[in-house]
């Protein structure tokens, strides 16, 4: 970043930003270095202008919950963004149509749904992220994903422009989306069914019981880190994990999950290249055994 630039954002946010930010704290792994520059954003006058003064000149990466996140041990040489007060956010614009923050967690949706006597969230308070981390990648569980609800998504690309993409507009696929990589989501429009809160609080625990008995919780780890090879095979990726591996392989502290071998762990102070090796020894590993190029779920922020 050119020092006039610089001079700029520090003029205009100085007491929000953070240089040499830690992230080791800010990831559900426990594993990362620091970020060149941290800025926390709570209006979206302000992200606007931030983003209009970079002008698109330099890497930015939006840090959600973290849960979905393995971060490099370098000091990564980007801007790291953390949405804030008001794009966390819930209102309801009728009966049946919620307007959610892109920073508000899954969970905080369901449970705001639920409150409302609206069905449809449930499976989102099985997921560990943000809205705006869901909409990006089709977050879903259940047999229920982000696209099953959503009407619409307010965006902003890295040069302060912002607009509304209506959902039909999107290709959803399984885990993924066509929207660019651009682009920052703000917020987004959701529809669910009136119903019994009832029952709905009655599923969301059904849910909730179903996932603890089949996953690890309470633990350093960051959820699925590979998809379903949906288009390959009707197999699920955990269990070719289990074919195709050893359970007690480990690359320093970094291992896979005793209780679901699609969770990798962080059993203490495992390094971003312990976690990144033994992800890429699964991947390696489980095309050597059965012919099936798995991808990765989880998303790695080096340099």
């Given amino acids: 970043m050119d020092i006039i630039h610089l001079k700029e954002l520090l003029i205009n946010f100085e007491t929000k930003l953070a240089f040499n930010a830690d992230l080791k704290k800010r990831n559900w792994f426990n594993i990362g270095g620091k970020a060149k520059l941290f800025f926390k954003v709570d209006e979206l006058a302000d992200l606007i202008k931030f983003l209009k003064i970079l002008n698109g000149r330099e890497k930015i990466y939006i840090i959600g919950a973290g849960s979905n996140t393995l971060i ?3 000091i990564y040489d980007g801007i790291v963004i953390k949405l804030g007060k008001n794009f966390n956010r819930l209102s309801l614009l009728n009966s049946n149509i919620i307007i959610s923050g892109a920073g508000v967690l899954d969970k ?6 639920a409150k409302n006597c609206l069905s449809g969230f449930e499976f989102l308070s099985c997921i560990p992220g943000t809205v ?11 047999d229920k994903e982000i696209k099953d609800i959503l009407l619409s998504v307010q965006v902003i690309d890295k040069k302060g422009n912002v607009s509304t993409i209506p959902a039909e507009q999107i290709n959803f696929d399984y885990r993924n989306s066509n929207l660019p990589e651009n682009l920052i989501f703000l917020s987004a429009s959701f529809k669910g069914q009136k119903d019994d809160i009832k029952k709905i609080t009655e599923t969301m625990s059904k849910l909730k019981i179903k996932k603890e008995n089949n ?4 633990i350093k780890t960051s959820g699925s880190t590979f998809k379903n090879p949906v288009k390959q095979t009707n197999r699920k990726v955990w269990e070719l994990i289990k074919e195709s591996v050893p359970t007690n392989i480990k690359f320093g502290d970094a291992c896979i999950s005793e209780k679901h071998s699609n969770f990798f762990v962080n059993k203490g102070n495992a390094s971003f290249e312990d976690m990144k090796k033994l992800i890429n020894f699964v991947e390696k590993s489980v095309f050597k055994k059965t ?5 990765k779920e989880i998303k790695i922020l080096e340099n």
């Fill in 72 to 74: 490099t041990d370098d």
């Fill in 132 to 142: 705006g981390g869901g909409i990006k990648m089709n977050a879903g569980c259940f």
């Fill in 291 to 295: 012919g099936i190029n798995i991808e």
């Fill in 108 to 113: 905080k949706l369901a449970d705001f749904a």
């Fill in 215 to 218: 996953q690890p919780s309470r």
